[in-house]
């Protein structure tokens, strides 16, 4: 894009990240990529929090008998793990952290429209951590992270409100983020940026904003009056006090069901970029993958009760979630077939973001199609919570979104450091953690088809070989995992050596005519759009079909 | 959305640093308003419709328990409430216009009216906490239907505390915009934070304007 | 330890060919689209590696006609497996002629489990081959889900309401029963076994049994004393319970209830909540008094007072 090309005299500035280095003007900073910076830390601790959860729910399923740890210390350990990975960590991962860098700069803003408020909404994320902390080291929380009542609010010993509690202030700090981007897109734009020249990840932020701002707030109430029973003993949803659990049900996947999209959205906007970037070609069918993020956001409002099918729901109910549920498939699969055809002809590196990329693109392909098969009414009944469920949400949150995490950390790591990290090793790691990935949850399908029922400490012997697969292949997981901690630290180290230039990958794209890492105010001059989106290429050509 | 007046950098101007012009500025605040209104439709939305849905399951019971409240006082309540919204109105009129000692009155009436929905709600609370009305506190019910009376009152005080609460906040926020309008900050080309705190408050107002009629009419 | 590797569960109920069958189709359209994506990507990746640094590949905007096939294709493969999936799903719900009532009682951490001529059983469940079975299910604390894996079916079980499905045992053997709901702290112990026996097995298995559910319904309700109200005669100060079952009842409102389980429950712990025609609000509560358990006993007992009545006519 024609802009002012400040790399060129890219010395002359002072960077984000040397404007100030005391604690204050961390902590106090209003800079829309110091709050990235700062939640990608807090993220980043979360995540291995709740990778340590995991492994642990991992070790114990080793063997049949519950006798790593007690009952009670496994089901602490897969509620953290959820409340952790879901609330703490993938529903903030790219918006607060990709997203809070770089939404801003793919609008040519100098910021937020409100900086107060995003480092607002980092704060109240952090009252809510610690709140889940605290929780953690205060015996811990058992109730699973959907808190079904009436075992949340009546019956469960631990300590579930202040678990809840954090869950809620975080809820706001989600909240908050989703409104600052949406008005940032609506209001923000440089001149010349018009709708049809938005990057995909910017439109796929849109939409996912979309879900925080109208589902997030139910999930905060919903939790409020569970709180409330638990605490004053009265009745909302425990049928001895005249409640109704199965509303609680409702409200909650009301909300949980549209959080799936926010986990995944963004992940999709992050491979459009990727996957066109590193194609050196503009993605194919950009008004369809565009649109379809909307269409996720909408449809993904009316499926919540695909939870349900043997909660009791009346059957007819159950046929008109199904069929929607049918629906919501169309355009995550307009996506991965625009994501593929966009390779077509074009200059394919296999450089890192790239492969996780790929990856993503498979992986997500196995979540929706066994997506597809649990939202079929009459094999749900046999599969609705068992292991084919676990498997088949973290084929679509592991393999979906934190790869297109890691791929999107990869990709602007460069701009967002100004450093290169070590790519061969980078590439290990990306291999890594898709082989280990499918070891670890392949087995799982079938586990689940056998009737494995989840959140078991315990389970029949005749399971326990898939078992085994599973926690071996979690651990060449977590080490794939541990990799980029390692080498994206070590590349800070290594100071100008490793010194990233401005556009490492040739790619288009506002933050790509920007020094790395980017000027406090983002553009040395205010940038002007003249030319369309991806603009990679100069002669046209008609698709094949 | 504080965030534009909290920042001026150039009090003359009042325009943030992240923003072009004061246009921008203004639209992008009025915008962050409606939506996080939208979100407050939201959070009330999740009551709301578990109140439909206990209404449904026992119609009996919920009539009995809304035929203890204080209707004349609910009245009175809405008429405050009402007369607080046209007061922020003109507070916000004054602001277009520029009449500095007009908006202060307005402002002052506007919390006047909305401490005194607050005192009124009080007076509502206390009388239920002396008729053991107060769900998990202080709650015997002799009638019919204990349980089920008892699922209204839990979500009479869980609807009415969040508006107060909400209330509590448009107080502080009057009162904000109260210190700020005597020392003289809004203007005619700038009276963007009235503009939008008007928009909340008269939000609230429209909560309470449905919820008078499901917990106390019907 | 188990050598093998089992891949597929034990089908046991009529509904379980339906859901394989199902669970096959799925996987092959999963296994087709993912191979296509798979492959594509494979390919594309590799035949359009990056050769050069100053490659510049062609602009391609897309092509509506591909959007369109391969937004509608799949949608269509997938409707056209729907109405099998309902089918299932209706299965379940269908009541089934001559059904043997199952009454399940979920506590944590067990299952107790009743059929109306069979004993009391904790954690296992006998049932004959070939006989649709309808279970009613209820909880006394938390969430439950009954599941039987070789039947290839699960229903919550929810405290203060009755759930019900129905379902055919077809093959003989042992099962395991899980609670897929999760319910607390021995959540993964709250399993069990359902053994599907021959006719002639099962009933010697029923003689070796105790007191019979009616049997047991019957001694609470003279132990609560409802004999002296519900006579049978209909001159009682309650209404006569016989034949009551499945009947429509007219309410003093005027509405008419028909009297299935979750009526009768409801007249037991909150009998003002309906009162039949005819008759004054004077039977006290019982909420809190007789255990869930208890309570499916005492409907046990009034349905079989059905039983009896029809025989008279």
Known sequence: MSTTHAGSHADNYVSYLGNGTTWQSWLLTKDHKRIAILYLISISVFFLLGGIFAAAVRLELLTPQSDLMEAETYNKMFTMHGVVMIFFFLIPSIPATLGNFLIPIMCGAKDLAFPKINLLSWYLYIIGGVLGLYAAVNGGVETGWTFYTPYSSTYSNSAVIATAMGAFVAGFSSILTGLNFIVTIHKMRAPGLTWGRLPLFVWAHYATSLIQLLGTPVIAITLVLMMLERAFRIGFFDPALGGDPVLFQHLFWFYSHPAVYIMILPGMGVVSEIITA??????????????????????????????????????????????????????????????????????????????????????????????????????????????????????????????????????????????????????????????????????????????????????????????????????????????????LTASLLRGKAAQAPMNPYGAKGLEWTIPSPPPTENFLAMPTVNEEVYAYAETEEKALV | MSEAVAHHTHPEEHVAHQFHDAQQQYDSSTLGMWLFLLTEIMFFGGMFGAYAVYRVWYPEAFKLAASTTNVPLGAFNTVVLIVSSLTMALAVQSAQLGKKNRLVLMLILTMVFGAAFLGVKGIEYTEKWHHHHVPGLNWQWEGEGPREVQILFCLYFAMTGMHAIHMVVGLGIMLW???????????ASYYNPVEISGLYWHFVDIVWIFLFPLLYLI | MNKTLPLLPESASNLAADVDLLMILLTVFSIFFTIVIFVAVAVLAVKYHRKSEDEVPPHIHGSLPLEIAWSIGPFLLVLAMLPLSAKIMMNTYTPQPYAMEIFVTGKQWMWKLQHPEGPREINELHVPIGKPLKFTMISEDVLHSFYVPAFRVKKDVLPGRYTNFWVTPTKVGTYHLFCAEYCGTQHSGMIGKVHVMEQSDYEKWLSGGDESMTARGEALFNQYGCVTCHLADGKGRGPALVGVYNSMVKMQTGAIVKADESYLRESIINPRAKIVEKYSSIMPTFQGQISEEGLLQIIAYIKSLEQEGEAQQ
Do not use: C
């Open chain 2, 177 to 187: 915009l109260l210190i700020n309008a005597r020392r003289g900050e809004y203007t």
């Open chain 1, 278 to 487: 590193f194609s050196r070609k503009s993605v194919f069918g950009y008004k369809f993958i565009a649109g379809s993020s909307l269409g996720i956001a909408v449809i993904g409002f009316f499926v919540w009760g695909h939870h349900m099918f043997t909660s009791g729901q009346s059957v007819y109910a159950s046929m008109v979630f199904a069929l929607i549920t049918q629906a919501v498939a169309v355009p995550s699969a307009i996506k991965v077939f625009n994501w593929t055809a966009t390779m077509y002809k074009g200059s394919v590196s296999w450089d890192t973001p790239m492969l996780y990329a790929l990856g993503f693109i498979g992986l997500f392909t196995i979540g929706g199609v066994t997506g597809v098969t649990v939202a079929m009414l009459g094999v749900d009944l046999h599969l609705h919570d068992t292991y084919f469920i676990v498997a088949h949400f973290h084929y679509v949150m592991v393999g979906g979104m934190v790869l297109a995490y890691l791929g999107g950390l990869h990709f602007w790591w460069p701009k967002m450091t100004g450093r290169m990290y070590h790519e061969i090793w980078a590439r290990v790691s990306a291999v890594l953690v898709f082989l280990g990935f499918n070891f670890t949850f392949f087995p799982q399908f079938i586990l689940g088809y056998m009737g494995m029922p989840r959140r078991y400490a315990a389970y029949p012997e005749e399971w326990q070989v898939l078992h085994i697969m599973s926690t071996v292949g979690a651990s060449v997981l977590g080490f794939g995992f541990i990799l980029p901690g390692i080498y």
